[in-house]
C-alpha cells in the first residue's frame, strides 16, 4: 500500500431546494453516481451523513451548498471517474442543478497518509487555503496538482 492517499473535497451551490423538481435530475441518480465512485478502481472511502451521501451535512452557514468529500488511491484514479464514467455526463450538467461560485474554488486536494480520515472541517480548511494561496502542496486542484510527499 502506498504511503499517501488522496483526500478530495468539492462543493457545489444548488440552484433549487434538494426537493424541488428542478433538482429530480440531479437527486434521483445520486446514489447511483455515488455508487459507481464506491465501485471504481482506487476508491478508497466516501463521507456519508444519514442520507447516504452528505446532502445533509453544512460546513457552511449556508445550507444552499452541498458537498462531496472522498478518498481516493491517487489523482489519476480520481481523474478517471470524473471524467471518463458516466459521472461526466452529470459533470456536463451541472448548470441545470448549480449556480456559479465564484467565490471558492469547486474542487480541493490533498494528500493525507495511508488509512487517515481528516475531519470534515479540515477538508474544509483545504478549500480555505487554496482559495487563499493558490495550489501548493498542501491544498490543490486537477489544475496544478502536486505529487504526494517524498
Given amino acids: 500500500m502506498a504511503e499517501y492517499q488522496l483526500a478530495q473535497l468539492n462543493i457545489a451551490r444548488i440552484r433549487y431546494a434538494t426537493d424541488d ?3 429530480a435530475g440531479f437527486m434521483d441518480n445520486l446514489d447511483r453516481i455515488n455508487k459507481l465512485g464506491d465501485d471504481s478502481p482506487g476508491f478508497v472511502w466516501r463521507h456519508q451523513d444519514e442520507s447516504g451521501s452528505s446532502t445533509e451535512t453544512l460546513i457552511f452557514d449556508e445550507p444552499d451548498i452541498l458537498l462531496n468529500y472522498t478518498i481516493w488511491e491517487d489523482v489519476e484514479s480520481l481523474k ?7 459521472h461526466k455526463d452529470f459533470l456536463r450538467r451541472r448548470r441545470e442543478w448549480f449556480v456559479p461560485l ?8 490533498w494528500w493525507v497518509p495511508s488509512g487517515t480520515i481528516p475531519d470534515i472541517l479540515e477538508a474544509k480548511d483545504k478549500l480555505i487555503q ?19 510527499p517524498a
Avoid: I, N
Fill in 21 to 23: 423538481p428542478g433538482m
Fill in 80 to 86: 478517471h471517474y470524473v471524467y471518463k464514467t458516466e
Fill in 102 to 109: 465564484p467565490e471558492w474554488p469547486v474542487t480541493v486536494m
Fill in 130 to 148: 487554496l482559495r487563499d494561496h493558490g495550489s501548493t502542496p498542501e491544498a490543490f486542484s486537477f489544475r496544478e496538482p502536486f505529487p504526494p
